[in-house]
T-cell receptor, first 110, second 111 residues
Framework: DTEVTQTPKHLVMGMTNKKSLKCEQH?????MYWYKQKAKKPPELMFV???????INESVPSRFSPECPNSSLLNLHLHALQPEDSALYLC?????????FGSGTRLTVV | QKEVEQDPGPLSVPEGAIVSLNCTYS??????FMWYRQYSRKGPELLMY????GNKEDGRFTAQVDKSSKYISLFIRDSQPSDSATYLC???????????FGGGTRVLVKP
């Protein structure tokens, strides 16, 4: 299994909703990442988990809350988002020789 | 000045031509260099991974890294319409560390 699987693929949520994005990999990678990508822009790093511990938080607003329940799973909990948070949210994993990205969750905040 | 500069294109070439892409960077700590291909509304797909300076070839793709000039390149031979996508360079200072991306180059291969 050489994939990073993200669910859901599409998500529309209101500004008062709570939702979660999920990411799963079974490649034995011990580093996992959340990136945010706006249209026609490169991905921007949000969080890095290394060995299931949060190692980097790129000053992301607290309405985004990451969680790493085990070495294969990574979640991103969303609460009270703003319309400007609409973007493609990408999960990635790495063992050090390249980063494998999932297909992303396209999030629309209304 | 951005840490990684990449011409946004678009770069339009006829089918069968060689596509030449490049990035320049300013951070001398970068040691790991990658090229990704991203189709519209999809996640980036890793094409090439290179550590430090040198060349690497994989099928129709060749990646070059010149650390002395802080310059990396990707060449795509015998380009196909299916190669039409945005190509992102990315680099990091340590394995598994934060990736810094270039802005991406949009490539269009015309039949």
């Amino acid at each position: 299994d050489t994939e990073v699987t993200q669910t859901p693929k599409h998500l529309v949520m209101g500004m008062t909703n709570k939702k979660s994005l999920k990411c799963e990999q079974h490649m034995g990678h011990r580093a996992m990442y959340w990136y945010k990508q706006k249209a026609k822009k490169p991905p921007e790093l949000m969080f890095v988990y290394s060995y299931e511990k949060l190692s980097i938080n790129e000053s992301v607003p607290s309405r985004f809350s990451p969680e790493c329940p085990n070495s294969s799973l990574l979640n991103l909990h969303l609460h009270a988002l703003q319309p400007e948070d609409s973007a493609l949210y990408l999960c990635a994993s790495s063992r050090g020789d390249g980063y494998t990205f999932g297909s992303g969750t396209r999030l629309t905040v209304v | 000045q951005k840490e990684v500069e990449q011409d946004p294109g678009p770069l339009s070439v006829p089918e069968g031509a060689i596509v030449s892409l490049n990035c320049t960077y300013s951070n001398s700590a970068f040691q790991y260099f990658m090229w990704y291909r991203q189709y519209s509304r999809k996640g980036p797909e890793l094409l090439m991974y290179t550590y430090s300076s040198g060349n690497k070839e994989d099928g129709r793709f060749t990646a070059q890294v010149d650390k002395s000039s802080k310059y990396i390149s990707l060449f795509i031979r015998d380009s196909q319409p299916s190669d039409s996508a945005t190509y992102l360079c990315a680099m990091s200072g340590a394995a598994g560390n934060k990736l810094t991306f270039g802005g991406g180059t949009r490539v269009l291969v015309k039949p």
